[in-house]
């Protein structure tokens, strides 16, 4: 996620600390280079400019230059920005109505079926019972996909065909969902694969007889600047309280995230960072922001580690960890855990300053895995409990027994070392089961 920006952004501050005091034409140069960042990250133009003005402005001021760290306040100025660029403070989610209702519009093959599956998974963690309705007749495809998915999450989902007109459909799923004391309705409306009069005709009828307390425009962030232009187009003819983004996690710039708050003015609800019906987040501007700066998101892990993390599990691996008895065994277990919390790649980059090397992303991050699993069963019980023990001969016979190599084994000898500084801060934090989060 945003991996580009970030290394650009890496790169950027790196210069800045390799002075010995930062002037003004440092940071002139630094500024010109987040510009040129911004810019081949696809974020909108405007938008570039008006937030490097608002970081120069601030950088140049005596209090940075005469700082005993300015690299430091500059990267606090540039996260702050960030955070204000994306939309200053998270957003709420309302879900007041009884029932609660939700339309879900945007373009074909903007991910909106997908979407409103993941929705309602995480509605029904905040103790509602979802009611999914099918209301796009026009590509029965998307009633099949709305189908298979609600099975899948044991919703279930209101589709009395698409020969049916989509208000009568809309207005039976309020009459059923009342009387199956269903408390939020998530209508996936129609989408197109351009804005039209009859599109926009419709989402008005659809909206007057729904009501909705939340109206999500869902947009495909890997289009970049054409997703800020679709949110123009529809803000013109839609009042949306909201953005959701999706395929988030294979979004290696950031263009529409970076623009289109401050474009529209409308804030991100929502980020799909994966395929799975339970890969979707809240956004939190300042979150996002600290991942774009390496600089991690403690909080999402915690809430991530909460879900998957009983209390037994995370007390018996603290304990494990104090007396130093944490084996490659419970490095095998501890890393396919932090699997069903998501992609590794995108789990690791919310630890500040971690990144495990050798664990890549998507398929590449599941091959590495089933290599890690594959040496780890190579070894004699004796060598998992004390990784010590294992020296070049032992190293040989477990590649071969592995169909690995030697350095595939000292790679994950290395790795399991980092591993376990990391778990023993990660479970400290996973552990405290009461920790306060903030309000979703």
Do not use: W
């Not at 991530?304 to 944490?326: N, P, V, Y």
């Not at 780890?376 to 004390?386: A, F, L, N, Q, V």
């Amino acid at each position: 996620m945003f991996q580009d920006l970030s290394d650009r952004f890496a790169r950027i501050f790196k210069e800045l600390r390799g002075q010995g005091k930062v002037r003004e034409g440092h940071i002139n140069e630094a500024m010109r280079e987040v510009r040129r960042a911004l810019l081949e990250a696809d974020v909108n133009y405007k938008v570039v400019k008006e937030f490097v003005g608002r970081v120069s402005e601030r950088a140049i001021g005596q209090k940075v230059l005469s700082s005993l760290s300015p690299d430091q306040q500059i990267i606090k100025i540039v996260h702050e920005e960030l955070v204000t660029l994306l939309g200053a403070k998270p957003c709420g989610f309302d879900l007041s109505g009884s029932p609660a209702s939700v339309m879900i519009v945007g373009l074909q093959g903007s991910g909106k079926t997908s979407f409103a599956a993941k929705l309602a998974v995480f509605v029904r963690k905040k103790g509602r019972r979802p009611l999914l309705v099918a209301a796009d007749i026009y590509r029965p495809a998307a009633v099949e996909q709305l189908k298979v998915l609600a099975r899948q999450i044991d919703v279930p989902v209101h589709a009395p065909g698409i020969d049916i007109p989509v208000v009568e459909i809309v207005e039976s799923a309020v009459r059923v969902a009342k009387r199956d004391l269903r408390d939020a309705i998530i209508v996936d409306t129609a989408g197109r694969l351009h804005i039209d009069k009859e599109m926009m005709a419709e989402l008005g009828s659809v909206e007057k007889v729904l009501e909705p307390e939340e109206t999500l425009l869902v947009l495909d962030s890997m289009t970049g600047q054409e997703a800020v232009r679709v949110a123009e187009e529809f803000q013109r003819e839609v009042d949306f309280t909201g953005v959701v983004l999706t395929k988030l996690d294979g979004d290696t710039r950031g263009g529409a995230a970076l623009s289109v708050a401050s474009v529209t003015g409308k804030p991100i609800k929502f980020a799909c960072v994966g395929e799975k019906v339970g890969d979707l987040e809240a956004f939190h501007p300042d979150r996002m922001a600290g991942r774009i700066l390496g600089m991690g998101d403690v909080l999402s892990l915690i809430e991530k580690a909460q879900e998957t993390i009983d209390a037994k599990t995370a007390q018996d691996l603290e304990r494990k960890l104090r007396r130093e008895s944490f084996t490659l065994e419970d490095f095998l277990g501890e890393l396919q855990r932090l699997r069903k919390m998501g992609p590794l790649d995108q789990v690791l980059g919310m630890i500040p300053g971690m990144k495990i090397r050798g664990i890549a992303q998507g398929d590449a991050g599941e091959t590495e895995l089933r290599k890690i699993e594959a040496i780890i069963r190579s070894m004699t019980p004796h060598e998992r409990r004390d990784p010590n023990a294992i020296d070049g001969s032992r190293r040989r016979r477990i590649a071969r027994g592995s169909g690995t190599t030697v350095q595939d084994v000292n790679r994950l000898l290395n790795q399991f070392q980092e591993m376990k500084k990391m778990m023993k801060r990660f479970t400290k934090m996973a552990g405290k089961m009461d920790f306060e989060l903030p309000p979703s």
